[in-house]
């Protein structure tokens, strides 16, 4: 090849290097997966030196979300899909690095836990948060399963960053209020926390597969709240991100 090669080549690559940048502003919005998705990214909010919301009847958001995210895995995986936590123990992790962590994957959706906090402590119920158009349709899933078990307040657009700063179809859930007394008490029980999962997790397979495959999937693979817990000093982040 000869330098007149080269420079024409080069040359030619020009418009070729500007459509793809245009290709990849274009792209900058997010992906829709949301029906053909193979991995479930699961962040429990906040953790380590981060507790999110607390009450003394309710306990520490960080650690209600941790439990719900470990059955949302569960449920998940029995389901058949791939799941990869943002952390699967009491550690703090910044929330860039939750959002980055779901942009690793191939073909993801991802879902964060919370639970809630208001001044005013007679609001109670299930928030869901998204995003997108994609990510919408997600939410709205998973709280109609989260319907069956607590009041819904709503579902609602939010530029919270990991949802903002996510390639894929990205849902919150607030899960309750721990600053509500009997919501509080509800959510304090790890029973009710495996109801809560159990939903979460129901939307999300729904979702993938259709209203009518997960039902079947549900009588054949029975639900954490069904379940005996599993004992947690098996869970390790190897095999809760396969
Ligand atoms: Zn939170």
Same mark, same amino acid.
């Given at each position: ?9 080069? =040359? ?15 792209? &900058? ?20 030196? #981060? ?7 309710? =306990? ?13 895995? #569960?449920?998940?995986?029995?389901? =058949?899909?791939?799941? +990869?936590?943002?952390?699967? *123990? ?6 860039? #690095? ?12 991802? +879902? ?15 928030? &869901? ?23 819904? !307040? ?16 990205? +849902?919150?859930?607030? *899960? ?10 509800? *959510?304090?029980?790890?029973?009710? !926390?495996?109801?809560?999962? #159990?939903?979460?997790?129901?939307? +999300? ?38």
């Amino acid at each position: 090849m000869n330098e007149g090669t080269v420079e024409r080549r080069m =040359g030619n690559s020009k418009p070729l290097l500007l459509l793809a940048v245009l290709l990849l502003a274009g792209c &900058a919005g997010v992906k829709d997966t949301s029906r053909t998705f193979q991995t479930v990214v699961i962040d429990p909010g906040h953790g380590g030196k #981060d507790p999110g919301a607390h009450s003394r009847r309710g =306990g520490l958001e960080k650690a209600n979300a941790l439990d719900v995210a470990l059955h949302v895995n #569960d449920d998940l995986r029995r389901a =058949g899909l791939r799941t +990869v936590m943002t952390r699967t *123990c009491d550690v703090f992790i910044p929330l860039n #690095d939750r959002a980055a962590i779901s942009n690793m994957q191939e073909n993801a959706v991802f +879902v964060s836990i919370h639970f809630n906090d208001s001044r005013n402590h007679g609001i109670r119920g299930v928030e &869901a948060y998204y995003n997108s158009g994609p990510a919408a349709q997600l939410a709205g899933r998973i709280e109609t399963n989260l319907g069956r078990i607590a009041p819904i !307040r709503f579902r609602k657009f939010a530029r919270f960053r990991v949802l903002r700063y996510n390639q894929y179809p990205a +849902v919150l859930i607030e *899960c309750g209020y721990l600053s509500n007394n009997s919501e509080a008490g509800l *959510c304090a029980s790890p029973a009710y !926390r495996a109801k809560l999962a #159990d939903g979460i997790a129901q939307g +999300v397979i729904e979702q993938r597969y259709g209203e009518e495959a997960a039902r079947r999937l549900a009588e054949a693979a029975p639900a954490a709240a069904q379940r005996p817990s599993a004992p947690r000093s098996n869970w390790s982040p190897e095999s809760l991100s396969r």
